[in-house]
């Protein structure tokens, strides 16, 4: 309360100091106007922090949305919803390349209306779990280039080592296998698929 009182001294002061009535109105006006414009600036800013706030907010959903969304994600996170609309397949000759391109299709097969085959790679898939390591390849291992319907392509390359099915998903960098029936299915499959160079 100490400062109101000095407050209120002050202006007592000021009505003491001796001048015309058009000099203290005119201060009056400067000081309400002086006022006014302080409050419209705390008024706008008052609206722009939340303003910010809430575009930050937004900015930041919208990096973190997109990089946990599925188009950048390969096989793990495509297990739930996978709807295969192509396959184009070819021998691999190397462990460490993906060799089907656009523009070669030298000894690569493309696979579009296989329901049985669509279905085992799909079902593999969904079966497969993640592993550390993989085994080495046997003689024959797959390039599969799987385009799904909403255009997306998962590039793996597929093996058969003893009992079980390996996958190395190229997008992601991991290992996957699988001992079910789908997975035998598809490495039959895979064998047996005429016109394509073993």
């Known amino acids: 309360m100490s400062h109101l009182d000095e407050f209120d001294a002050l202006f007592k002061d ?12 005119q201060s009056l006006t400067n000081i309400l106007q002086s006022k006014r414009v302080k409050k419209s600036w705390y008024s706008k800013q008052r609206f722009i922090i939340p303003l910010t706030s809430l575009v930050a907010c937004f900015i ?13 994600m390969g096989v793990s996170e495509e297990k739930v919803e996978l709807h295969i609309s192509s396959v184009m397949v ?20 493309e696979i579009n209306n296989d ?11 969904s079966e497969a779990e993640q592993i550390t390591t993989a085994p080495n390849k046997n003689l024959y291992s797959y390039d ?5 319907e909403n255009s997306q392509e998962i590039k793996v390359e597929i093996w058969e080592n003893g009992d079980a099915l390996y996958m190395y998903d190229f997008s992601e ?10 997975a035998s299915n598809l490495h ?11």
């Not at 919208?62 to 990089?67: A, H, I, S, W």
């Not at 669509?118 to 898939?125: G, K």
């Open 90 to 109: 070819k021998t691999s000759q190397s462990d460490l390349t993906f060799e089907i391109n656009s523009t070669t299709k030298l000894n690569t097969l």
């Open 14 to 25: 000021l009505r003491n100091i001796e001048r015309s009535t058009f000099v203290k109105e």
């Open 115 to 125: 329901d049985s085959f669509m279905n085992s790679l799909e079902n593999f898939i």
């Open 144 to 148: 599969l280039n799987i385009v799904l």
């Open 60 to 72: 930041v959903y919208f990096f973190l949305n997109t990089y946990f969304s599925h188009d950048n």
């Open 173 to 182: 960098d991991r290992y996957y296998s699988s001992t079910g029936q789908s």
């Open 188 to 198: 039959s499959m895979l064998v047996n698929i005429p016109y394509l160079p073993q």
